[in-house]
């Protein structure tokens, strides 16, 4: 069974920074890319940043240069840096693995709450 779980998150000061950790298992196919997604009250969920292949990665216009995705293959864990939090940050954040396979559904963590004070 596939279980993605995201820890990390946590009530930080705007300015400041946050760690986020996407624990993988139960993985038995290949994944094309691992991704952080983010909702806020009242609004759609969007694509945060993502990382193919455990290198090439891509991000949100409104993070690029403030947060950054990486990953332990070895450890099948994701990460998102983000740094010069806003609070317009505030969001559940989401972890994503998208499988290469096209009829294999994505998967999604439970989500890890972010919240940034002014």
């Known amino acids: 069974q596939v279980q993605l779980v995201e820890s990390g998150g946590g009530l930080v000061q705007a300015g400041g920074s946050l760690r986020l950790s996407c624990a993988a298992s139960?993985?038995?196919?290949?994944?094309?890319?691992m991704g952080w997604y983010r909702q806020a009250p009242g609004k759609q969920r969007e694509l945060v940043a993502t990382?193919?292949?455990?290198?090439?990665?891509n991000y949100a216009d409104s993070v690029k240069g403030r947060f950054t995705i990486s990953a332990d293959n070895a450890k099948n864990t994701v990460f998102l840096q983000m740094n010069s939090l806003k609070p317009e940050d505030t969001a559940v954040y989401y972890c994503n693995a998208d499988p290469m396979a096209p009829w294999l559904p994505d998967y999604w963590g439970r989500g890890t709450q972010v919240t940034v004070s002014s």
């Open positions: 139960g993985i038995t196919f290949s994944i094309n890319a």
């Open positions: 990382i193919f292949s455990g290198r090439t990665t």
